[in-house]
């Protein structure tokens, strides 16, 4: 038997609660409330998971435990922003003087194609990573255990 107060396991035949004191008597008695559950891991914040996708692209995944997706999002991050960036400055060309003489505006338009396509990702991987925390943890307390 559990008090109806605390929660605290009781003697069946006690009258009143060891921990808080209340009357187990008083038409109480067949009250059965669980233990507070702890979690032998702790729960993720969406909201860390959230920012830290915000600052780097898949860091929010690897605090989550998805680190291999977390690694493969740090990869085509860093694989678009050195495209669009050789692709934006790839149209510059530079005369012997040192001057500007033309651009490309192809290479300008592709690369900013690029980027906005990055930018996209980028979005999607922030929600991506508040989802996956919220799996984790809807997993961790109906289960005790990481879905991961």
Same mark, same amino acid.
């Given at each position: 038997?559990?008090?109806?107060?605390?929660?605290?396991?009781?003697?069946?035949?006690?009258?009143?609660?060891?921990?808080?004191?209340?009357?187990?008597?008083?038409?109480?008695?067949?009250?059965?409330?669980?233990?507070?559950?702890? @979690?032998?891991?702790?729960?993720?914040?969406? &909201?860390? +998971?959230?920012?830290?996708?915000? *600052?780097?692209?898949?860091?929010? !995944?690897?605090?989550?435990?998805?680190?291999?997706?977390?690694?493969?999002?740090?990869?085509?991050?860093?694989?678009?922003?050195?495209?669009?960036?050789?692709?934006?400055?790839?149209?510059?060309?530079?005369?012997?003087?040192?001057?500007?003489?033309? @651009?490309?505006?192809?290479?300008?338009?592709? &690369?900013? +194609?690029?980027?906005?396509?990055? *930018?996209?990702?980028?979005?999607? !991987?922030?929600?991506?990573?508040?989802?996956?925390?919220?799996?984790?943890?809807?997993?961790?307390?109906?289960?005790?255990?990481?879905?991961?």
């Amino acid at each position: 038997m559990y008090c109806p107060n605390c929660g605290t396991e009781t003697n069946p035949d006690s009258e009143f609660c060891q921990k808080c004191g209340t009357n187990l008597k008083e038409g109480m008695r067949n009250t059965c409330v669980p233990p507070n559950v702890t @979690y032998a891991l702790p729960l993720k914040s969406t &909201g860390l +998971a959230a920012v830290l996708s915000f *600052l780097f692209t898949g860091l929010g !995944q690897v605090y989550v435990g998805k680190i291999a997706r977390g690694i493969i999002f740090v990869c085509v991050g860093v694989c678009i922003g050195i495209l669009s960036t050789i692709l934006m400055l790839g149209g510059i060309e530079i005369d012997t003087n040192g001057e500007l003489t033309a @651009y490309t505006i192809s290479y300008f338009i592709a &690369g900013a +194609a690029i980027l906005i396509a990055y *930018l996209v990702f980028w979005v999607w !991987q922030i929600f991506d990573a508040h989802n996956l925390a919220n799996q984790y943890n809807d997993a961790l307390r109906q289960t005790g255990n990481p879905p991961w």
